[in-house]
């Protein structure tokens, strides 16, 4: 190892010939066509849906698209919240050979005419009268784009618009094609190769316009084996016997994952949440062995426990302390010994659980979780910490779009806090000495972003080395810890680089806070721009019988911003001075995907927020305290007893919104 330190683990042997997605699904309606694979709730009851029913569904969306002429390489679009509906769609597609682009539930119009001029896509399956109304508004910006077929009439079959088509009558139609070309599929089958790209899946777009990665059948089949082999995410190994939870968008490359491509491969039982707001009672409902979160889930689940407890009696609030500080104990042994239990932490938890380990787990949904993730973004060591001891076991991973959702994972019994494990068996990783640069190579690589040969060269070097834009570094000659996004990094006035994810992320830790963005680059010292989070705030304030009207008002208390000075304070205490926050100022407005603040996957667009709030940067740079937030003195002085120039450090009513 000279210019660069390697990982290198041995390549996975060659596909064992071309086993798509599809072509599973039919494998276990021929094998067990009964078994149920997938259930969905409506009108308040699970309903059942089995093998033969999928693949049955799926090949007459596959003789639908083409009765509408879709052919080979065609582009198929899908724009919905998780359901049945949504593999039946991107599977057929991928039946006929032609590739599936999703979007997020919360896309816009002007982002749905993007997505959908960039790919060129000639048959959109809309959810329901939202999606629909989004297409019909830039369907003229859209020249590919021939056939809407939505799901749910109500609202829309009204509508008199010739690219309209209900799903009964494209089913209708499907059956008829199937009927006149009943060797279509076999055809489709035998004439699919590895090459073949199966889906657009497009970037979150925080630094520029979303670029559409292309993701091949080899791509897709090398994430299957590694997912559910036993040095991948799931170990043991995923099985027919274990249930998830759909709820993260389908359009995201982790939720394909587990979702649609575990389910063909292993054959677990997929439960689609009936919302993104229902998730939490959907939880304590399925009560899945498998569960995959990002940070933010796993927070508000920390949150949202604590939150609770508050409201209690002072009897059960004592008892909950009582085994929390055990669970502590469990979580900071567990850390030491590599998520390994000793005998102490057995007998610990073994006591707890009967008395309130069990009733948390079974309240939170995670009863009978075996596997545990998180992904897309650091998290916090506190929310973990929490968890081990609770009995569930997070295994912090790593993977991306670019590299078909599969890189590193902690693995049971070799877990190291703040790290996302080691190279999954068949990838190489390596960091570059000079960048810091995360390079990893191995099947998945993507196949490049779709119509931007540049920007593929620029990711994909001509070693095959996918270049992720992460900086990272070893642990202990075997784990990787992410630092943060190159682009991301603070180099401040004086020199020093800062990672500013992690000082957000321990912010976040917090159930008051909801958003925060450090600033510093090229500054004297660092700042953040804090968003509250408003139910644990509004809840801290009516108990309190803090009156407010608007999200505005209560950001701007005086109490809500000395809250918010506090939770700085002990954020500052666990990082050197050189990464110390020296002042702050709320965000008067809750941030949103619409206002062009956020990305589909909820990121911060760092460049938008700095634009839309940069009179609150100028305010902390300025000497002056025209805005609410606070300015420390001493970033040292112990939480609850600082000095501050003010209320909430200067605190002073903002001069407007910021629409």
């Known amino acids: 190892m000279s210019a660069t330190l390697e990982q290198t683990a041995s390549r996975a042997s060659g596909p064992r010939g071309i086993r798509t997605v599809p072509a599973r699904v039919r494998e276990h309606a021929e094998r067990d066509p009964q078994r149920v694979c997938m259930r969905e709730k409506r009108y308040g009851i699970w309903q059942d849906i089995t093998w033969a029913d999928y693949w049955e569904h799926v090949s007459v969306v596959a003789h639908a698209l083409c009765a509408l002429g879709v052919r080979a390489g065609d582009r198929v679009a899908v724009h919905s919240e998780n359901r049945p509906e949504w593999l039946y769609g991107d599977v057929g597609a991928v039946a006929i050979r032609a590739i599936t682009m999703g979007l997020y539930p919360t896309n816009p119009a002007t982002e749905v005419a993007y997505l959908l001029r960039d790919s060129g896509s000639r048959v959109l399956i809309a959810e329901d009268q939202e999606q629909v109304d989004k297409a019909l508004e830039v369907e003229a910006q859209c020249p590919d784009l021939e056939h809407i077929v939505y799901l749910e009439p109500r609202g829309v079959r009204e509508y008199d618009h010739p690219k309209l088509l209900a799903w009964d009558d494209f089913f209708e139609q499907g059956r008829a094609h199937r009927e006149q070309h009943p060797d279509l599929l076999e055809r489709c089958a035998t004439e699919a190769t590895e090459d073949d790209v199966v889906t657009l899946i497009y970037t979150s777009g925080t630094t520029g316009p979303p670029k559409g990665a292309m993701l091949t059948v080899a791509n897709v089949e090398f994430a299957i084996e590694t997912l559910v082999s036993g040095g991948g995410f799931y170990n043991p190994p995923a099985s027919p016997d274990d249930v998830i939870l759909s709820y993260l968008p389908l359009c995201h490359v982790a939720e394909r994952a587990a979702t649609e491509w575990v389910n063909a491969e292993a054959g677990v039982t997929v439960h689609f949440a009936e919302s993104i707001e229902t998730v939490t009672a959907n939880l304590k409902e399925v009560q899945p062995t498998l569960f995959f979160a990002v940070p933010r889930i796993w927070e508000k689940l920390h949150a949202g426990i604590h939150i609770k407890m508050n409201a209690a009696s002072p009897l059960k609030r004592a008892v909950f302390g009582f085994w929390m500080r055990i669970a502590n104990q469990i979580g900071d042994e567990l850390v030491r010994n590599d998520g390994r239990h000793t005998p102490r932490t057995r007998l610990l938890y073994a006591l707890g659980y009967p ?7 079974d309240r939170l949904g995670l009863r009978k979780v075996r596997s545990a993730g998180s992904g897309a973004a650091p998290i916090a060591p506190e929310v973990l910490k929490f968890f081990f001891g609770i009995g569930v076991i997070i295994y912090e991973i790593y993977g991306m779009t670019e590299n078909a959702a599969v890189g590193t994972v902690n693995r049971p019994g070799r877990v190291k806090l703040g790290t996302v494990g080691e ?10 000495e000079q960048t810091g640069e995360i390079l990893t190579r191995h099947p998945g690589v993507f196949a490049g972003y779709w119509n931007l040969p540049d920007k593929t060269a ?4 001509e070693d095959g080395w996918l270049h992720t834009g992460d900086v990272g570094e070893w642990v202990d000659g075997s784990h990787v810890k992410i630092v943060d996004r190159i682009k991301d990094i603070i180099i401040t006035a004086g020199g020093k680089n800062i990672s500013p994810s992690e000082i957000e992320n321990s912010l976040k830790t917090s159930p008051f806070v909801k ?5 510093g680059d090229k500054r004297p010292y660092l700042t953040a721009l804090i968003g509250i989070e408003l139910d644990t705030v509004g809840d801290w304030a009516q ?9 505005r008002d209560l950001s701007e208390k005086r109490e809500v911003l000395e809250l918010v000075q506090r939770v700085v304070a002990e954020t500052n205490d666990k990082f050197a001075r050189v990464e110390n926050i020296r002042k702050f100022r709320v965000i008067p407005k809750e941030l949103d995907h619409e206002d062009g603040e956020l990305t589909a996957t909820q990121k911060v667009k760092r460049a938008s927020l700095h ?4 009179y609150l940067v100028d305010d902390m740079y300025a000497n002056r305290t025209e805005h609410a937030g606070g300015d420390l003195v001493d970033v040292h002085t112990p939480a609850g007893d600082e000095q501050t120039e003010g209320a909430g450090a200067g605190a002073g009513r903002g001069q407007g919104v910021v629409a």
């Not at 958003?515 to 600033?519: G, K, P, S, T, Y």
Request: net charge neutral; aromatic share 12%.
């Open 543 to 551: 108990r309190r019988k803090l009156p407010y009207t608007t999200y």
């Open 611 to 614: 634009e839309m709030f940069g």
């Open 458 to 461: 620029e990711t994909i070097d």
């Open 355 to 361: 008395f309130v380990f069990r009733a948390l787990r």
């Open 423 to 432: 190279p999954q068996p068949g990838i190489e990783l390596r960091i570059d």
């Open 515 to 519: 958003e925060a963005v450090v600033i």
